[in-house]
């Protein structure tokens, strides 16, 4: 089936240093992708939706400066946490949307320290 | 606008147990329904899925129906084991709204002693 692979898997940063989390449609060309934030005990929050060759289109008090999206080919979208801080800390996990539904990343677990 | 009520974990349950996981949903238009299974330290993977209401998903012994009268897409399982100790989660996607974004639930912790 359709893999969307995310790299990395876990990474600690220290305050004020950014951080890039790519993921990668391995044998299919993904359109458009989504990218969730989920915090401990709690849903998936939609936090933007990336279009191949466009804006992201981010949901309503997701810092589009801070969680910078980019999505230049219809293989690989990206997500930059800039300046992170501790309160970034947390797990971010993409998706792809298929005519036959979604398949997601393995997600990355961020700690900001 | 749409959203997924789930009820709260975690559920504790012995081996070959019944599992029920409540989900109920609210949405303007009409929903796909969709149950994500999340295992430790890995991403989602899709359960099980109903397009329409009365359908059935069924997948790996788990079965939830698309009840529209009761807006309810409840999870089961008859004879739960070690290995179904997850996270899940019930979601929604309203395509006829336009957008095809998943809206999901808190999530039920599973844990499953043997």
């Known amino acids: 089936g359709a893999v969307v692979s995310q790299h990395p898997s876990r990474v600690i940063c220290k305050s004020g240093t950014s951080v890039k989390i790519e993921c990668r449609s391995l044998d299919f060309q993904a359109t458009t992708m989504f990218w969730y934030r989920q915090f401990p005990k709690k849903s998936l929050m939609l936090m933007a939706t990336s279009n191949e060759g466009s804006k992201a289109t981010y949901e309503q008090g997701v810092e589009k400066d801070k969680f910078l999206i980019n999505h230049a080919s219809l293989t690989l979208s990206t997500l930059t946490v800039t300046s992170a801080h501790p309160e970034d800390s947390s797990f971010y996990i993409c998706?792809?949307?298929?005519?036959?539904?979604?398949?997601f990343g393995s997600g990355t677990r961020l700690t900001v320290v | 606008g749409d959203s997924v009520t789930q009820m709260e974990g975690p559920v504790t349950l012995s081996e070959e147990a019944f599992l029920t996981i409540n989900c109920t949903y609210t949405?303007?238009?009409?929903?796909?329904l969709f149950w994500y299974v999340q295992y430790p330290g890995e991403g989602l993977q899709l359960l099980l899925k109903?397009?329409?209401?009365?359908d059935k998903g069924s997948n790996k012994g788990f079965e939830a129906t698309y009840r529209k009268e009761t807006t309810s897409f409840h999870l089961e399982k008859g004879s739960v084991q070690v290995s179904d100790s997850a996270v899940y989660f019930c979601a929604l996607s309203d395509q006829s709204v336009r957008t095809d974004k998943l809206i999901f639930g808190t999530g039920t912790r599973l844990q499953v002693f043997p």
């Open positions: 998706s792809a949307s298929l005519q036959e539904g979604y398949t």
């Open positions: 109903a397009t329409k209401a009365d």
């Open positions: 949405a303007t238009g009409y929903p796909s």
